[in-house]
């Protein structure tokens, strides 16, 4: 089992320029979830998408979109690049509601994102 | 007033030592409690999950206070292998779609020391 991956790790674009960073799971997860990781600013969720064929904003989506293109893959792409996009994005996999009600969730390894 | 609050420290701490930290959370409606493990430049990953009867894991031990809605994480015996930042993550449901909305804190830093 790989996890989760995300495809690319290290990123560098110009501002406006257009990406779509890559994630996939393979443990038949339901739940699919972006986040941007800032110093000294912790995790914070931009999309969610709690099963197949459903996408969600979270706390900040502004300058982003997504697509839950089957139950393994979740990618998200930035259209118009901005130096405030620089950041480190991980992507993140579910199971869903358990017996006891929670989740754990699973990341995957980060991707390293500058904008110039 | 951030949904989850943690104190950034950093602690430094000796090997052998017991240390805490507290985790605040604002939204009462919160239904499930976590910490998470990050080290340097990789990915968070799940420690443990927290129950409001409390909880333990070697020589880790969380606890839940609903009254009060914080969270805290004690480790005993530091290792040097503990260094790493201690994230709280709190789930509340989303009421219209049912899924589990997770907000992270910004984490504690623990640097144990020989």
């Not at chain 2, 949904?3 to 017991?18: C, I, K, L, M, R």
Request: net charge positive; charged share 20%.
């Amino acid at each position: 089992n790989a996890g989760v991956t995300q495809t690319p790790k290290f990123q560098v674009l110009k501002t406006g320029q257009s990406m779509t960073l890559q994630c996939a799971q393979d443990m038949n997860h339901n739940s699919m979830y972006w986040y941007r990781q800032d110093p000294g600013m912790g995790l914070r969720l931009i999309y969610y998408s709690a099963s197949e064929g459903t996408t969600d904003k979270g706390e900040v989506p502004n300058g982003y979109n997504v697509s839950r293109l089957n139950k393994r893959e979740f990618s998200l792409r930035l259209e118009s690049a901005a130096p405030s996009q620089t950041s480190v994005y991980f992507c993140a996999s579910s199971e869903g509601v358990t017996r006891e009600g929670r989740e754990t969730q699973y990341f995957g390894p980060g991707t390293r994102l500058l904008v110039l | 007033r951030k949904e989850v609050e943690q104190d950034p420290g950093p602690f430094n701490v000796p090997e052998g030592a017991t240390v805490a930290f507290n985790c605040t959370y604002s939204n009462s409606a919160s239904q499930s409690f976590f910490w998470y493990r990050q080290d340097c430049r990789k990915e968070p990953k799940l420690l443990m999950s927290v129950y409001s009867s409390g909880n333990e894991d070697g020589r880790f031990t969380a606890q839940l206070n609903r009254a009060s809605q914080y969270i805290s994480l004690l480790i005993r015996d530091s290792k040097l292998s503990d260094s790493a930042t201690y994230l709280c993550v709190v789930n509340r449901r989303e009421v219209v779609t049912g899924s589990y909305i997770p907000t992270f804190g910004r984490g504690t830093s623990l640097i144990v020391h020989p």
